[in-house]
């Protein structure tokens, strides 16, 4: 169950994956906020190429970062919408950082069922069905010998644009990674997941982070456990800790 919407969560991440590499040099700022956030033409771009080939090829609805939902739905425990990025990363695309993706989720209310996840500068595709294994370039990973004591462990987190930066709020960050060995801000929170969801990294956390940032990590996962849960008040910002590290 769900092959021809993971063919197509593939199929469009790749698409619009392809067209961000090759056109990165065009992409200029839209928007530059006195919240920390940046908006790039290569976003809409990015999602134009998502919106329409998704649209193309399946009947359910679409959740986006630029547009919000394409048609007026509600979200609702039977409700099935797809939920995309069309850069995640921007900021790193932006400035020719090599860390940024696209990521596209297929969700049934408040769960992911799959998740595809495109690296376009290392070529590497992220994708899972929930209950089966992740795949990376059509290679099954088996994780072996986890991590999971936080004085060993590598945890990824970041600072999502909507966060406070008073003293008491970066106080409390500091306090939740120090006792981790390293840590790392790698800019991309899809990115992060799809690490835990490999290996390369061992946990990833981040408060305030939108929805559309982590939905395909969070189908990724497979064995990792994870925690999330909406923040009061809002209606796409969340709290999310993932990882076997306890």
């Excluded at 990590?217 to 990882?243: D, M, W």
Aim: hydrophobic share 40%; proline share 2%.
């Amino acid at each position: 169950m769900w092959k021809e919407e993971l063919k197509i969560a593939i199929d469009t991440a790749r698409l619009a994956g392809n067209y961000l590499l090759e056109n990165w040099s065009l992409s200029s700022v839209t928007l530059s906020s006195k919240h920390k956030d940046i908006k790039l033409s290569g976003d809409i771009e990015s999602e134009n190429r998502i919106l329409s080939y998704i649209s193309e090829h399946s009947r359910y609805p679409i959740l986006s970062e630029e547009r919000g939902k394409n048609v007026e739905f509600d979200i609702s425990d039977t409700t099935i919408y797809w939920i995309i990025d069309p850069i995640d990363g921007s900021l790193n695309y932006n400035r020719d950082i090599p860390l940024a993706c696209v990521s596209i989720a297929l969700w049934k209310g408040e769960k992911p069922l799959l998740g595809a996840i495109y690296d376009f500068n290392r070529d590497e595709m992220y994708s899972r069905i929930v209950g089966q294994k992740l795949v990376i370039n059509e290679r099954e990973i088996d994780l072996t010998d986890l991590i999971r004591e936080k004085k060993d462990a590598v945890i990824a987190t970041g600072f999502p644009s909507g966060r406070a930066y008073d003293d008491h709020s970066l106080m409390g960050f500091v306090k939740k990674v120090q006792e981790y060995k390293k840590v790392r801000l790698i800019g991309s929170a899809a990115l992060s997941l799809a690490w835990v969801a490999c290996g390369r990294i061992d946990a990833y956390s981040e408060d305030g982070i939108y929805l559309w940032d982590i939905a395909a990590g969070l189908a990724l996962l497979g064995s990792s456990k994870y925690e999330v849960s909406k923040l009061p008040g809002t209606e796409y910002k969340y709290y999310v800790l993932a990882g076997n590290v306890s």
